[in-house]
């Protein structure tokens, strides 16, 4: 095991972090990235399976993404979109977001992050209903385990009840279901198919419970990232879409994780077979090259939202020149070099069955699943048995993964590889012989 770097955590507070084990026991420290591979300060070449935090989806490296930066930063380092004023970057970047996305959403409010475009969420939501004079349309249903980001309000929207507990959230307004989890909560005999309706369905009890006259919007990723990659059966979206119809409430997709190529497609919602009305994107719009995100309107939230007078809502980086022009740049490479369709067609299946073929067979692991470019492994005692700690022996397990140069990240006792979509065949069978070897 390499030596772990105390100095690191002398003045820096970590997210996620048991900080003061931190401070005793030292962190790595990650000097540069090619590919799909990082590199610590003390040489160590590790193999990158989370892509950073699902982000870093054109792998490392790529100096196109840096000239640009440069280039805009020397020409124009910052102005923003407030006042009358806007810059060619952030115009060039939500003309290719409208080219990018099927074409009823044309309308784009950019953030600094995949949190700050969940709260904008949340204010957009709202701020469409006064507009088309139904106020009282404010109640928000997410789902417990959802992950929405960190602030106030993703927290809020989001259903990780120790975050919750931490931060005397949520705030008004939001409420929760159960999630899609096949595997903790179907009944005996249930298939797959009939879970997912019947999940769906605890939608609809929800908006009941609470009057489809006070519910605003149902807020969900397509597939549940940092909740431990909850794969919902394929009935669950539809029938989502049909209840969110039937009563109109707004269909909200967190594309944070899933948008630009994760699931095989440019988005998650395509892939689930659903239109949301909005959806929230990071991440991979940058492949994390520069912090960037944003909420995409549907015509007719956007049409909603422009009736409704002045937007009391924004931020001082909302459509910075810089970011915009390095998200240009990498949805130019993911259109040029056709990333997108390789994962669909070629990469994802092959990385999908020499996933099951490693960890499928051993004992050790449980509910062995994926979609795309992410999959998961339960790790247990015996096949349906977990551990007595599961959180316990999931982070074992990671850690034995660290220690071996490979970075997988764990949830309660679920293991989770997501790695950059430019991965080759041959670097999946490097990635998943590491994992082997250290199982
Ligand atoms: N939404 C989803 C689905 C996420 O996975 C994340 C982060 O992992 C966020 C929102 C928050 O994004 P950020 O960490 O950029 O604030």
Request: glycine share 10%.
């Amino acid at each position: 095991m390499t030596q772990l770097n105390k100095a690191a955590m002398q003045h820096n507070l970590h997210p996620f972090s048991n900080n003061q084990e931190l401070i005793d026991k030292g962190v790595r420290v990650i000097e540069r990235g090619e590919g799909i591979y990082i590199y610590d300060t003390d040489g160590n070449k590790i193999i990158d399976g989370m892509s950073g935090l699902w982000c870093t989806n054109i792998g490392y490296g790529r100096t196109e993404l840096s000239d640009v930066a440069k280039a805009q930063m020397d020409k124009l380092a910052y102005y923003n979109t407030f006042f009358q004023t806007s810059n060619t970057a952030v115009i060039a970047l939500a003309n290719k977001l409208a080219e990018v996305t099927p074409s009823q959403y044309n309308h784009v409010f950019f953030t600094g992050s995949g949190s700050e475009s969940c709260d904008s969420m949340i204010r957009l939501v709202r701020h469409y209903w006064r507009s088309v004079g139904k106020p009282q349309k404010k109640i928000l249903i997410g789902r417990w385990n959802g992950y929405h980001g960190s602030t106030i309000g993703g927290t809020s929207m989001g259903g990780m009840k120790s975050m919750h507990e931490q931060g005397d959230l949520p705030i008004a307004n939001i409420t929760h279901i159960e999630q899609p989890a096949y595997y903790e909560l179907h009944e005996a005999g249930e298939t797959p198919e009939a879970f997912g309706l019947k999940a769906a369905n605890w939608l609809e009890e929800k908006i009941l419970e609470v009057g489809a006259d006070n519910v605003a919007a149902f807020v969900a990723e397509p597939i549940q990232g940092a909740g431990g990659v909850i794969i919902p059966p394929s009935t669950y979206w539809p029938r989502i879409q049909e209840i969110c119809r039937q009563y109109d409430v707004l269909i909200v997709s967190d594309e944070v994780i899933c948008g630009f190529g994760r699931t095989g497609n440019w988005f998650g919602f395509e892939t689930f077979g659903f239109e949301p009305d909005i959806f929230t994107f990071a991440k991979g719009v940058t492949s994390g090259y520069q912090p960037l995100g944003g909420v995409m309107l549907s015509d007719r939230v956007a049409a909603g939202v422009l009736q409704g007078g002045e937007l009391q809502h924004g931020f001082t980086y909302s459509g910075h020149p810089v970011t915009s022009a390095v998200a240009l740049k990498n949805l130019e490479i993911l259109q040029e070099e056709q990333i997108v369709e390789r994962v669909r067609d070629d990469i994802a299946p092959y990385f999908q069955q020499r996933w099951q073929e490693t960890f499928a067979p051993f004992a050790h692991a449980d509910d062995v699943r994926g979609c795309g470019m992410i999959a998961s492994f339960k790790v247990v005692k015996a096949k349906g048995e977990p551990f007595s700690d599961p959180a316990r022996a999931g982070s074992l397990c990671k850690d034995i993964f660290f220690g071996n140069n490979l970075i997988f990240r764990s949830t309660v006792d679920n293991i989770i590889c997501a790695p950059p979509l430019v991965i080759t065949k041959a670097e999946i069978d490097e990635m998943l012989a590491l994992a082997a070897k250290s199982l």
